[in-house]
């Protein structure tokens, strides 16, 4: 863990409620934008409290996954399953049923990607929890969406929206993949900048802080989401500066 911050409780339930990292989310009051819709007292997934397009919600509303059922979900972790790795760790697909988010077999259901802390990552719980304060709570067309989380023991996953395309990244970069054409780069960057904006002009001014092409993912039909949330932070508030010396 890179941060300092130490993981006392080990029940999935009693996560959102001491989320409390500094300058996140989760030290706003409750007049910051509530909208309709919270995490149920279980910790599951509230099924009356969907997302609309464009909202901020006052507490994360998060489906709580245990790590056998991301494990189901995702095959096992197999190798196969992997979508991509970055400085948190692997990012696998799995399959849950759309209505309940239980996994299920034989690649039915929602596909969804599934990130898991690799126990050697420089990025760790304060940047997972950042991920769950800024993503549980913002929703936006052209934000990624963040289904759920799971922290047993030392395990610490994030369960995402699948996004068919993956990421710009590869896109431009990956050797084999066909050149987007000038008219998909555009949508791209037009949908990335829709993101920053509704980020910016958000009551709480939302700065992201790691706007790069492994973080503009890509759906089906080419609709940028920005992705990555750890790194954020929110902008100043009174005499809270949003100035950092903190070395990235
Ligand atoms: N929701 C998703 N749907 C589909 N693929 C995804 C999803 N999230 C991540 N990926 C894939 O996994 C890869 C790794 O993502 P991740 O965010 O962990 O790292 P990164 O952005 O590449 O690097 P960094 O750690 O520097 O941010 C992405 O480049 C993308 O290909
Ligand atoms: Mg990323």
């Not at 500094?22 to 149920?40: D, H, Y």
């Not at 909202?55 to 996954?65: D, M, S």
């Not at 400085?87 to 309940?100: L, P």
């Not at 369960?159 to 993949?177: D, P, Q, T, W």
Request: aromatic fraction near 10%; include cysteine; glycine fraction near 10%.
């Amino acid at each position: 863990m890179t941060s300092g911050t130490t993981m006392t409780s080990k029940t999935s339930d009693s996560i959102t409620t001491s989320l409390s990292t500094k300058g996140k989310l989760s030290s706003v009051g409750s007049s910051f934008m509530a909208s309709a819709g919270s995490r149920n007292t279980s910790g599951g997934f509230d099924e009356g409290a969907k997302y609309s397009d464009d909202q901020i919600l006052e507490a994360p509303n998060l489906r709580t996954f245990t790590f056998i059922e991301l494990k189901t979900a995702t095959k096992n972790f197999r190798p196969d399953s992997v979508l991509g790795e970055g400085g948190f760790g692997r990012v696998y697909k799995g399959w849950v049923d759309e209505k309940t988010m239980a996994p299920t077999k034989n690649d039915t259901g929602m596909v969804v990607a599934v990130k898991k802390l690799n126990s050697e990552s420089m990025q760790g719980f304060e940047e997972w929890q950042s991920e769950i304060n800024f993503l549980g709570r913002l929703s936006h067309p052209n934000l990624v969406k963040l289904l759920g989380y799971c922290w047993e023991d030392k395990e610490l996953l994030l369960v995402y929206e699948f996004m068919a395309k993956g990421s710009l990244e590869n896109h431009l970069f990956r050797r084999g993949c066909a050149p987007l054409s000038w008219e998909l780069r555009l949508k791209i960057a037009i949908g990335a900048a829709r993101g920053l904006a509704f980020l910016h002009a958000s009551e709480k001014q939302v700065i992201y802080r790691d706007f790069k092409a492994s973080n503009i993912l890509l759906d089906a039909n080419y609709n940028a989401k920005l992705s990555d949330f750890g790194p954020a932070k929110l902008g100043p508030t009174g005499s809270n500066s949003h100035i950092t010396t903190r070395v990235m």
